[in-house]
């Protein structure tokens, strides 16, 4: 389909559709002659205010979180080092906006030498990291690293990231350069936005989405195109029903 002088590729008949959820479908979406959610085109004036009330609340929020858990997160890395050797901090290599690269901040999870993957998973669990970053009971996860997974308190020190102008409280997951491939063509639109702490795809499906269905692009993407202060309200009060409600999993 031609839509202003650009061409627009439909999805093959092959492709599953992303199904909104309830949650989703209250969100006003521009929707193009494929049915997929785009970019809002937004005045200009309003787009700015946007990014400055994102900005501020950004760093009064992560200011008043860093003040408030230093002794908590003093307390948690003394347990992380009780329990496995190594920095109870683990800094990792990440795609920041517009594809610079950043280093965010966690809690340790899991023993110190987790990158070597190869030792510590075997050939099943070693295919499903590779499609998915991630590994169903993965054995390299500390009982320390269990708790703060399920609680999301291995985050916490990523505050210190959006202080930094790095990522911003709410926004689609920062990624490692290999899941990029995943977007294809929408890789660039995924790293327009800045990276955030918690996100649309963590509060409707972190568990269950996956890149292998494309539920997580979709996700991810549906943020990027719809963003807005009511949707970031929405995402904001969610992550706590996760956290400390009924809907709260481990990772």
């Known amino acids: 389909m ?3 002088g650009a061409l627009t590729r439909c999805p093959s008949p092959a492709t599953q559709p992303f199904r909104p959820s309830s949650a989703e479908a209250s969100v006003p979406v521009a929707r193009g002659g494929c049915g997929r959610a785009l970019p ?3 005045p200009a ?3 700015l205010a946007y990014r400055f009330a994102k900005r501020a609340f950004d760093v009064a929020f992560s200011l008043a979180v860093v003040l408030l858990c230093l002794v ?7 347990a992380i080092r009780l329990e496995s050797e190594g920095s109870p901090l683990y800094r990792q290599r990440r795609v920041g906006l517009e594809g610079r690269p950043i ?7 899991m023993v110190a030498d987790s990158d070597d993957v190869e030792r510590h998973l075997d050939p099943v669990q ?3 990291w590779r499609r998915e970053r991630k ?8 009982k320390v690293g269990r708790f703060l997974r399920k609680t999301s308190l291995d985050e916490l020190p990523q505050f210190l990231n959006v202080l930094a102008g790095q990522m911003s409280v709410i926004g689609p997951r920062p990624v490692v350069e290999e899941e990029l491939a995943a977007y294809g063509d929408d890789a660039g639109e995924l790293l327009s936005a800045k990276p955030g702490i918690t996100g649309w795809w963590q509060v409707q499906a972190r568990n269950d989405a996956t890149y292998g269905d494309g539920s997580r692009q979709e996700l991810e993407l549906f943020y990027v195109r719809n963003a807005s202060l009511a949707m970031d309200a929405r995402v904001f009060l969610k992550t706590f029903s996760i956290m400390f409600g009924k809907d709260r999993t481990g990772r």
């Open 2 to 4: 031609l839509r202003g």
């Open 126 to 128: 070693l295919e499903q």
């Open 135 to 142: 590994v169903d009971g993965d054995p390299r996860v500390t």
């Open 72 to 78: 908590p997160v003093a307390l948690l890395c003394a």
């Open 45 to 47: 004036a309003g787009r």
């Open 40 to 42: 809002h085109r937004a």
């Open 103 to 109: 280093g965010i901040l966690k809690l340790r999870t």
